[in-house]
């Protein structure tokens, strides 16, 4: 009987996940495992629960959650040889949804988290590993905003903040050193990605693949108001990139720094959490998850 290791987030999906994660129990006992949850009282605790689980060697953590508590997961097994398995019972499910997870049954994403296993690229910064999209500026806000929103359930809240938003839009003159070229953008928001959606299934960065050994930027800029709103059905099918101001770039390490100093710290999102401020370095690291999908 081998051990399974079990992380889910109580608050996922207004309380899906905690739902979920009983029948996740079933299932792995069901097919002779030992279920070991490493799910604390706080963010902090998981994280602390989950990297001594894979010190001490465990062979498969399971989230049941969202990207908020899929995170927490990354952190402590990316660069290791622990397989991660994925059963989305978040809101938006990005990453899952790159992996082709997002639209299977409890059931048969548990099994998929059992049984598979491939070597899949994540973001490193400073301090962090990201699995999926860093993004600062109006898309930063809009998730910030989503998130206090109780109505309505669902990827939709993402649109309705965005539309709130959007009321008071800002830009922010940032400079983009890709793999040592520069390049100076007034932005309206931005996005670093190792897999192509955010905020639902937006396809923020249509060409990432968290398997080529790069990673993905999009930029746009500093468009109006009306265009803004008028590129944002786009993005669910990654049209967007086709607008002559949004720009898309690729590399191994991607640097954003404010061109000109600013009193307001730039807040930045990983996973739709924040993660810090600018600027940041993001680099490529290949091969650091092992993941279970298709």
Not at 32 to 50: I, K, M, R, Y
Not at 55 to 66: Q, S
Not at 202 to 215: E, F, R, S, V, Y
Request: glycine fraction near 10%; aromatic fraction near 4%.
């Amino acid at each position: 009987m081998a051990r399974v290791f079990l992380l889910y987030g109580p608050l996922s999906g207004r309380g899906k996940a905690s739902n979920a994660v009983k029948v996740v129990r079933g299932l792995i006992k069901k097919e002779g495992h030992a279920v070991v949850d490493v799910t604390g009282g706080s963010a902090e605790e998981s994280l602390v629960n989950a990297k001594s689980a894979v010190a001490d060697g465990a062979e498969r953590l399971i989230v049941v959650g969202g990207d908020g508590t899929l995170s927490i997961a990354v952190q402590a097994v990316a660069g290791s040889e622990t397989v991660l398995g994925v059963v989305p019972a978040g809101t938006g499910n990005d990453f899952a949804r790159a992996l082709g997870l997002k639209d299977k049954s409890i059931g048969q994403a548990t099994v998929t988290a059992l049984n598979n296993d491939r070597r899949i690229d994540a973001i490193k910064t400073q301090d962090r590993f990201i699995a999926s999209v860093i993004t600062g500026g109006f898309s930063a806000e809009v998730n910030n905003r989503a998130e206090q929103m109780r109505f309505p359930k669902g990827p939709s809240r993402y649109t309705l903040a965005t539309l709130i938003k959007a009321v008071n839009l800002k830009y922010q003159p940032l400079t983009f050193t890709v793999d040592g070229t520069r390049h100076d953008y007034k932005t309206t928001l931005w996005a670093v990605a190792n897999t192509y959606s955010f905020g639902g299934g937006m396809l923020i960065c249509p060409d990432a693949n968290p398997q080529d050994g790069q990673i993905d930027l999009t930029v746009i800029a500093d468009v109006s108001r009306p265009t803004l709103l008028r590129l944002l059905p786009t993005v669910f099918q990654g049209k967007h990139v086709r607008h002559p101001k949004v720009h898309t770039l690729r590399g191994t390490t991607i640097e954003i720094t404010q061109q000109t100093p600013s009193p307001v710290t730039t807040q930045i999102l990983g996973e739709g959490e924040p993660i810090g401020h600018l600027p940041v370095t993001m680099t490529v690291a290949k091969d650091a998850l092992r993941i279970a999908a298709p």
